[in-house]
């Protein structure tokens, strides 16, 4: 099929994200809830739904759907209640799941995402609401058998659905990032999809251009990172393409994603709302979110990237990209904001996070948490640069690895010790200048006759007799005062 065929559609992408929310105990019990436990170790007669049984809520659950809503710009509702979503698969014990059906906790709520061209796009979150996991199938572990983990059944979940605004893999690949970034930054989520505690469905249909109605829709399920929920969509659309430009129908039904091949392959029939029989679930009573609750929790947020990035681009003059590197994970933030409590030159902080900073915890495979030297200390470090005392070459070639190792020492001091504080006299500078400009007469005529690139090559001689300590700014002052100079060099 020619490029032509696949230009006449629109992709329409809506996506089902379910976080793992970080709580110690599961949604409607107490057992535990951690990840790597000895299989069916963390279930109890509660989570298996077993007779004279009855569940309870789990107030941080209720807390983190709060935070997720306010940094998604939803409603939260006041009056939230619970339903039974029933369906009969082998993972799930009670043969029914805890969720929210009518009443979801948050709805109507919108984040951006930054598109190629550098502006921006709303995508609409139709509703977030609190459930419970299913346990685990594990297909294979032993040939021709299926092994059953009930350690995630009851797990505590908040889904994420969106709005069918997404147009391509490529806004869906931005718009899953930027979940699962808000997640961490809310301390809500790890995010980590290989784990499974970040997973992702995806909706797609295909239409024509200029329709005016959507196309029938298909679910892709089974997938693990973000990338290959790119690539599922891209199969997929050009699946559904192909299949109508060729005269048959798509079929609405639920497929899996196979990472190894990239294609998708339908698993049953797509499930209609009334299949699930959702009806309130008796053994829990509404929960009632006041505003003083909603206030509370807004007020102990931490700062989320889109404000981070305002403040970085339009109140310190950072590049849009800088803003986004420094944003991309909560913990380099933060340390960054720690960075520029005590120092105002944002952009110098900036470039040390980014550069020798990262570059560090890259090196030595380290966490920003465990980066040995204090935000005060890089502050200092970035002020004795500012004040001509020492470069920043050698402030990040030597300075920087030994303040890495001499956590209790100032920068200045330990650029003292190791005698690399820069020489800004100029007496001493000039001394340097003559003899460095002696050895080359015939390049100070050349320089004087219009060969300006001629001032790197005394500066690297200055440099060299200085043994690097020579301030390069004042000297490169210094030596084209000297070099314009037409009396004769003594």
Same mark, same amino acid.
Request: aromatic fraction near 6%; charge should be negative.
């Given at each position: 099929?020619?490029?032509?065929?696949?230009?006449?559609?629109?992709?329409?992408?809506?996506?089902?994200?379910?976080?793992?929310?970080?709580?110690?105990?599961?949604?409607?019990?107490?057992?535990?809830?951690?990840?790597?436990?000895?299989?069916?170790?963390?279930?109890?007669?509660?989570?298996?739904?077993?007779?004279?049984?009855?569940?309870?809520?789990?107030?941080?659950?209720?807390?983190?759907?709060?935070?997720?809503?306010?940094?998604?710009?939803? +409603?939260?509702?006041?009056?939230?209640?619970?339903? @039974?979503?029933?369906? #009969?698969?082998?993972?799930?014990?009670?043969?029914?799941?805890?969720?929210?059906?009518?009443?979801?906790?948050?709805?109507?709520?919108?984040?951006?995402? *930054?598109?190629?061209?550098?502006?921006?796009?709303?995508?609409?979150?139709?509703?977030?609401?609190?459930?419970?996991?299913?346990?685990?199938?594990?297909?294979?572990?032993?040939?021709?058998?299926?092994?059953?983990?009930?350690?995630?059944?009851?797990?505590?979940?908040?889904?994420?659905?969106?709005?069918?605004?997404?147009?391509?893999?490529?806004?869906?690949?931005?718009?899953?990032?930027?979940?699962?970034?808000?997640? @961490?930054?809310?301390?809500?989520?790890?995010?980590?999809?290989?784990?499974?505690?970040?997973?992702?469905?995806?909706?797609?249909?295909? /239409?024509?251009?200029?329709?005016?109605?959507?196309?029938?829709?298909?679910?892709?399920?089974?997938?693990?990172?973000?990338?290959?929920?790119?690539?599922?969509?891209?199969?997929?659309?050009?699946?559904?393409?192909?299949?109508?430009?060729?005269?048959?129908?798509?079929?609405?039904?639920?497929?899996?994603?196979?990472?190894?091949?990239?294609?998708?392959?339908?698993?049953?029939? +797509?499930?209609?709302?009334?299949?699930?029989?959702? #009806?309130?679930?008796?053994?829990?009573?509404?929960?009632?979110?006041?505003?003083?609750?909603?206030?509370?929790?807004?007020?102990?947020?931490?700062?989320?990237?889109?404000?981070?990035?305002?403040?970085?681009?339009?109140?310190?003059?950072?590049?849009?990209?800088?803003?986004?590197?420094?944003?991309?994970?909560?913990?380099?933030?933060?340390?960054?904001?720690?960075?520029?409590?005590?120092?105002?030159?944002?952009?110098?902080?900036?470039?040390?996070?980014?550069?020798?900073? *990262?570059?560090?915890?890259?090196?030595?495979?380290?966490?920003?948490?465990?980066?040995?030297?204090?935000?005060?200390?890089?502050?200092?470090?970035?002020?004795?640069?500012?004040?001509?005392?020492?470069?920043?070459?050698?402030?990040?070639?030597?300075? #920087?690895?030994? /303040?890495?190792?001499?956590?209790?020492?100032?920068?200045?001091?330990?650029?003292?010790?190791?005698?690399?504080?820069?020489?800004?006299?100029?007496?001493?500078?000039?001394?340097?200048?003559?003899?460095?400009?002696?050895?080359?007469?015939?390049?100070?005529?050349?320089?004087?006759?219009? *060969?300006?690139?001629?001032?790197?090559?005394?500066?690297?001689?200055?440099?060299?007799?200085? +043994?690097?300590?020579?301030?390069?700014?004042?000297?490169?002052?210094?030596?084209?005062?000297?070099?314009?100079?037409?009396?004769?060099?003594?």
């Amino acid at each position: 099929m020619n490029n032509k065929n696949y230009d006449k559609y629109q992709a329409v992408i809506g996506l089902e994200v379910h976080a793992q929310l970080l709580t110690n105990s599961k949604a409607y019990s107490s057992d535990a809830a951690e990840y790597g436990a000895l299989p069916n170790s963390l279930v109890s007669p509660v989570t298996l739904g077993l007779p004279g049984t009855l569940p309870f809520t789990n107030k941080r659950v209720i807390e983190f759907g709060i935070r997720l809503g306010i940094a998604t710009n939803c +409603k939260i509702r006041e009056r939230n209640e619970y339903a @039974r979503k029933n369906y #009969f698969y082998a993972d799930l014990p009670k043969g029914y799941q805890i969720t929210q059906d009518k009443t979801p906790i948050c709805n109507d709520g919108f984040i951006f995402i *930054k598109q190629n061209d550098g502006t921006e796009k709303r995508i609409g979150i139709t509703r977030i609401h609190m459930e419970e996991d299913a346990g685990k199938s594990m297909h294979d572990v032993v040939p021709d058998e299926t092994l059953v983990d009930l350690n995630r059944a009851g797990v505590a979940l908040l889904e994420v659905v969106s709005e069918p605004d997404l147009r391509s893999s490529d806004e869906a690949y931005k718009y899953l990032t930027e979940i699962r970034r808000l997640v @961490r930054y809310l301390d809500i989520c790890d995010g980590n999809m290989e784990e499974g505690s970040l997973r992702c469905d995806a909706n797609v249909s295909v /239409m024509l251009k200029d329709a005016k109605e959507y196309g029938r829709r298909v679910e892709v399920k089974n997938m693990n990172s973000i990338s290959n929920v790119k690539r599922a969509i891209e199969h997929e659309i050009i699946r559904q393409i192909d299949l109508i430009e060729n005269g048959e129908i798509v079929d609405q039904d639920t497929r899996g994603f196979d990472a190894m091949t990239g294609t998708t392959s339908s698993l049953r029939s +797509k499930e209609a709302a009334n299949d699930y029989r959702y #009806f309130p679930e008796p053994d829990l009573q509404p929960v009632i979110i006041t505003v003083a609750e909603i206030a509370k929790v807004k007020a102990a947020l931490p700062p989320l990237p889109a404000e981070l990035i305002a403040k970085y681009t339009k109140q310190l003059g950072l590049t849009m990209y800088d803003a986004g590197v420094l944003t991309d994970a909560k913990e380099i933030a933060l340390f960054f904001e720690n960075v520029l409590k005590h120092t105002n030159n944002a952009k110098a902080a900036a470039n040390w996070v980014m550069g020798p900073v *990262k570059s560090f915890l890259n090196e030595n495979g380290l966490h920003i948490s465990q980066f040995p030297i204090a935000a005060e200390r890089l502050a200092e470090l970035i002020a004795i640069i500012d004040s001509g005392k020492i470069s920043f070459a050698m402030a990040s070639q030597r300075l #920087f690895p030994i /303040m890495t190792k001499e956590l209790t020492k100032s920068p200045l001091a330990i650029a003292e010790e190791q005698n690399l504080v820069q020489e800004s006299d100029s007496d001493a500078l000039l001394e340097m200048i003559k003899e460095a400009i002696g050895k080359y007469p015939e390049k100070v005529l050349e320089y004087k006759n219009g *060969k300006v690139n001629l001032l790197g090559l005394f500066m690297g001689e200055v440099m060299k007799l200085s +043994k690097g300590k020579a301030d390069p700014k004042a000297t490169s002052e210094l030596l084209k005062k000297v070099l314009q100079d037409d009396t004769e060099i003594q």
